[in-house]
């Protein structure tokens, strides 16, 4: 498909172990953004990628949040000594570029549970 | 941070009838942009509007961007089953310090149509 693609679908871990979520933006998009959405909330801004570089990380929660992204392709959200109020749904999306009228197209996201 | 106030959190209708909600919030956002999301699926875009009092219709969907670019609606007409989900507004740009990429996110209306 040429749609976002993020895995794993489903994490579960137990407290206090480090996790990786990854993000497949659609091919061509040099804007990619992280976004966290917990139960029954909307959508929380995590992080912005302009090609491989982020220029805006202000939303990461706290140091134990990190992200990555490689060949202005993929990017990698890792959480360092997960804790339960990181459960929640991680959302990527791309965009051609980032500004008006470049809408963000969403992936399925990856349901974090932990432990 | 910035929030948008989304109303109503959630609405139970029959089959045929026709839909409102809305978004209200205290800064003035550039865009305005509709979502639907459905069980386990990321956000997807239904309108997007991009000038104060803008009306845009896609299908039996129906969007208003405010005057005062603070407030936007959406109505649904003849609902069917396949209406069914979570309903968010975002915002972008505008208020001071707002950037042109990030999305602020009301907390969703939750519509379930009765067959």
């Known amino acids: 498909g040429a749609g976002v693609s993020q895995s794993p679908s489903n994490k579960v871990t137990e407290k206090g172990k480090d996790v990786e979520l990854r993000c497949d933006p659609i091919?061509?998009?040099?804007?990619l953004y992280w976004y966290r959405q917990s139960l029954g909330q909307g959508l929380e801004f995590l992080i912005y990628?302009?090609?491989?570089?982020?220029?805006?990380k202000s939303g990461l929660p706290s140091d134990r949040f990190s992200a990555e992204r490689t060949g202005g392709s993929v990017s990698t959200l890792t959480i360092q000594r997960t804790q339960q109020e990181d459960s929640a749904v991680y959302l990527c999306?791309?965009?051609?570029?980032?500004?008006?009228?470049?809408?963000?197209?969403f992936g399925p996201g990856t349901r974090l549970t932990v432990l | 941070g910035q929030q948008l106030n989304q109303s109503p959190q959630s609405m139970f209708i029959q089959e045929g009838e026709d839909v409102s909600m809305n978004c209200t919030s205290s800064?003035?956002?550039?865009?305005w942009l509709w979502y639907k999301q459905d069980p386990g699926e990321g956000p997807v875009l239904l309108i997007a509007?991009?000038?104060?009092?803008e009306l845009t219709s896609n299908g039996r969907l129906t969007a208003q961007f405010g005057i005062t670019r603070k407030d936007s609606f959406l109505n649904i007409s003849a609902s069917i089953p396949s209406d069914v989900g979570i309903y968010f507004c975002?915002?972008?740009?505008?208020?001071?310090?707002?950037?042109?990429?990030?999305?602020?996110f009301g907390k969703g209306t939750l519509l379930t149509v009765n067959p």
């Open positions: 999306a791309s965009s051609p570029l980032a500004g008006v009228h470049n809408e963000q197209f």
């Open positions: 091919s061509g998009h040099t804007a």
């Open positions: 990628f302009q090609g491989n570089s982020a220029p805006d």
């Open positions: 800064s003035i956002f550039n865009t």
């Open positions: 509007l991009y000038k104060a009092g």
């Open positions: 975002a915002g972008r740009g505008g208020y001071s310090g707002g950037s042109n990429y990030k999305l602020t």
